[in-house]
């Protein structure tokens, strides 16, 4: 029913910039949190930053600063602004949604509902 599509990684040097985007097709509630994560081969799924309709945002201590996320409401889109990359940032990227109403905590990957497949994020030294 839901279907959560990322787009823009690619690879880069470090202190370069990318752009993800993200669009939850079929996603049409009105009060939702969206967010990103990231992850390494061997390493848990870390959250990177997120963001709700009603426009609150959280950013992980590593990105702070660097990272911008940004929310289109009307397109369900959800975007990442990635300015001075850092090889520590290589990892897949995955774009969760879910609607607020379904409890949990939002820092905690396992209270979204949907993700996307993914997309590489690589940055060379």
């Known amino acids: 029913q839901v279907q959560v599509v990322e787009s823009g990684g690619g690879s880069v040097q470090a202190g370069g910039s990318l752009r993800l985007s993200c669009t939850a097709s079929?996603?049409?509630?009105?009060?939702?949190?969206m967010g990103w994560y990231r992850q390494v081969p061997g390493n848990e799924c870390e959250l990177v930053s997120i963001?709700?309709?009603?426009?609150?945002?959280y950013y992980a201590d590593s990105v702070k600063g660097r990272f911008t996320i940004s929310r289109d409401n009307a397109k369900n889109t959800l975007y990442l602004q990635m300015d001075s990359l850092k090889p520590e940032d290589t990892a897949m990227y995955y774009c969760?949604?879910?609607?607020?109403?379904?409890?949990?905590?939002?820092?905690?990957?396992?209270?979204?509902?949907?993700w996307g497949q993914g997309t590489q994020v690589t940055v060379s030294s």
């Open positions: 969760a949604a879910r609607r607020t109403s379904d409890g949990g905590n939002r820092l905690d990957p396992s209270a979204y509902n949907y």
């Open positions: 079929g996603f049409t509630s009105d009060d939702s949190i």
């Open positions: 963001r709700s309709r009603a426009g609150s945002t």
